[in-house]
């Protein structure tokens, strides 16, 4: 958690409340007596811990959006604190709201008010939020709407709205930074890593309504000229993403946080026999040194949730293992965020304990290693990075499938000795695992490409 927005007598607190493996941003912005709380996550917890921290008493919250990404907490939190839940009037939702309109003003306390802009291109019915006081507009939360040099991505709703939608985003992004002054600070749901903006949001932290009328494309470039580049950058996104806009428009209960029941070793055995998931949380060298076979390992210490949720058939029946109750605990309080509220079980400890047969290996590497090998014999090389990387820069030769796509292409995968690489070694983990567990003779490569490829002596190209 992070605060944003420094206070002074006459303005509000405003924090952030991070979600790093989702790339997305909650917000709590309060007057030191009552807070509103706009676009939480699942795992609500963490956002009543912080209103206790500071003091105060959530009476409001918001949603910008019926998001695309994650499980709203906003219901239950309503729920939980007796607060109003202010959704956009037009959102088709199964439960009882707050209806809020284009131009509504919601009155949170004497001091702090907030007006809602109607600002769709992300979605048709997404509002941003102006944060008043008695300075004036000191801030603007932007959900999916102006991000941090970007927008969000307009093609979540499908094909035959894109076109329609990056239009109204860049009109929406002109009308934020036409109506608001230029110190009113920017604070986007999206844009921190999240699939729910085309291309880099970059690395910045923090902006304001000025620095993004400076320097933000949809702000400084022809609307033909930004329309045209924005939907060249649009890539895949999650599968999971199906899924969570109708969960958030039928009204999401609070996470059950509680412990998995036990696995032991024959729950475990049975699980890879039935053909279900058994997913090693560990990092990725402590999987290869010793691990159940057939498991798959998607480490906790990355974008678990984002990767997890994109491979696993919807519903396939999942067992987590991990180094200790609270790496478990940190894993599933990241799947209830995109709504994979059920675990089969869980065992912790080491995978000795979880197997009574031998455990795998698999053979680790650098770049140098497979510069080295690929002198003495024949191997494949396999980039599991997005088409983009790929298409930037690549090892000569090397066969191309996006992480995401190696379970429906397994068939794809050239025999023989398979060498696995993607920007840093996590995708290439996850990918190692899945093709280990399908009878590949595989090796990670575990290094960072672009600081080390080149380096390495290894032949690279791109297609330009």
Known sequence: MTTTHAPTPTEPVVIAIDTPSLGDRSYLAHDGTVALVVDPQRDIDRVLALAAEQGVRITHVFETHLHNDYVTGGLALARSTGAAYHVNADDDVAFERTPVRDGDTVDVSPTLAVRAIATPGHTFTHLSYALESAAGVVAVFTGGALLYGTTGRPDLLGPDHTHDLVHHQFDSAHRLADELPDVAEVLPTHGFGSFCSPGSAGGATSSTIGAERRANPVLTRPESEWVEQTLADLEAYPAYYAHMAPANAAGPVAADLSAPRRADRDAIAASLAAGEWVVDLRTRTAFAAGHVTGTLNIGVDGQFATYLGWLIPWGTPLTLLGESPAQVAEAQRELVRIGIDHLEGAATGSPEEWTEGPLGRLERADFADLAQVRHHRRVVVLDVRRESEHEESHIAGAVNIPVHEILARLDEVPAGEVWVHCASGYRASI????????????????????????????????AA
């Open 431 to 462: 990918a190692a695992s899945v093709l280990a567990a399908h009878g590949h003779h595989v090796v990670a490569v575990d290094d960072d490409f672009t600081a080390r490829a080149r380096l390495s002596g290894l032949p690279l190209t791109s």
